[in-house]
């Protein structure tokens, strides 16, 4: 493996491999999971769905300093073992306050209200929220790119989806404002967690949607992706991480085993080539890459990182396996989603059914 243990220097932070476990959040067992991946050797642990405002439920969140006990402590986990740790920022597609007032008075009661508020309010909130709000949500970001700074996380990565997916999406933004242009709030977020944290390195969850056949909701469209790899990158954008767009189902964006398009090790490699034909910037692909000899392949071809999150749930050591030579000793992920994908849906921990 003489490309995927490679160190790479992003910005002023520089990754000892390329392997990244992707974006994904493990529920009350954050700290076990984290030193399980950092121990197993991947450089780079991206810690998933930071909102910049208060969360829904009270989880971990990058609004305040609430949260500054349990981040410190995963940064230093990974710190630890010579992993680097980025935060990915993002804001819910819906209005937060709206719905967390609902859930106050009906969330016992009338589940089902709550939960019908929150789907008309993921679609129509893009074109409703007040140009005040979004200044303010701007706001958020930056303080909460400098809050990430301040607590020595490396690198800080802006979620392509959510939100910002349904502002850059027809199918959700239909504004006749000057916040119609489907760039103009990606652009405006990645200027404010600049202005936030000018010296970490910025990575950008760019989420492509798919035409034929038809997949993902919010993101861009394939045709957008070279004029906006441009404008992130005069943004200064450092690096991508590309994958398919969301506000469909969650079997589209974490494919298992059987899926009836997305089939196969490195699923989203076409959308990392897609945008690698367009910069110079690192790319970090997605999709179901499990074996040493794929990682590998796509390091040979000029994808810079190398995006995991099931494989190394069902193996966290994969990095230190293959590296030492001992890649016949992985537990292979069965792509079933049953405990690592179905426990994020309950809010139990994390798990595969490998170990139970």
Not at 95 to 120: C, F, S
Not at 246 to 261: G, L, Q, R, S, W
Not at 313 to 332: C, H, L, M, N, S
């Amino acid at each position: 493996m003489t490309h995927l243990f490679d160190p790479i220097t992003i910005g002023n932070t520089t990754l000892k491999n390329r392997i990244v476990f992707a974006p994904s959040s493990f529920g009350p067992g954050g700290a076990e999971w984290y030193e399980a991946l950092a121990k197993g050797g991947c450089g780079m642990i991206v810690a998933a769905d930071l909102s910049v405002v208060p969360s829904m439920f009270g989880g971990i969140a990058l609004d305040s300093d609430a949260s500054a006990a349990p981040l410190r402590k995963a940064i230093e986990i990974c710190h630890q073992y010579g992993c680097k740790i980025s935060a990915q920022l993002f804001h819910p597609e819906y209005d937060v306050i709206k719905i967390r007032e609902l859930y106050r008075l009906e969330g016992r009661t009338n589940p089902q209200k709550v939960r019908a508020e929150l789907a008309l309010s993921t679609k129509t909130f893009c074109d409703t929220v007040s140009p005040e709000h979004i200044q303010d949500i701007l706001a958020a970001y930056e303080a909460a790119a400098r809050r990430a700074a301040d607590l020595g996380f490396d690198m800080i990565q802006i979620h392509g989806d959510r939100l910002t997916g349904s502002f850059t999406s027809p199918n959700f933004n239909h504004r006749t404002d000057e916040w119609g242009a489907w760039d103009r709030f990606a652009l405006e977020a990645v200027r404010a967690v600049r202005r936030g944290a000018p010296a970490l390195p910025l990575d950008y969850k760019l989420t492509v949607r798919t035409e034929d056949p038809a997949y993902g909701r919010g993101g861009i469209s394939m045709a957008q992706v070279p004029e906006f790899v441009r404008s992130l990158e005069e943004a200064s954008i450092d690096c991508f991480h590309v994958s398919l767009a969301n506000h469909t189902v969650t079997e589209d964006t974490i494919p298992p085993a059987k899926h009836p398009y997305f089939q196969g090790e490195a699923c989203f490699s076409f959308l990392a080539r897609l945008v690698k034909k367009h910069t110079e910037k690192p790319v970090c692909c997605v999709g179901k890459i499990q074996s040493p000899e794929t990682a590998e392949a796509l390091c040979e071809e000029g994808i810079e990182l190398i995006g995991m999150c099931r494989q190394l749930i069902a193996d966290p050591q994969w990095p230190e396996k293959v590296r030492t030579g001992r890649a016949g000793e992985i537990t292979r992920c069965l792509y079933c989603n049953k405990k690592c994908v179905g426990a994020l849906k309950t809010g139990q921990t994390v798990g595969c059914v490998l170990h139970s």
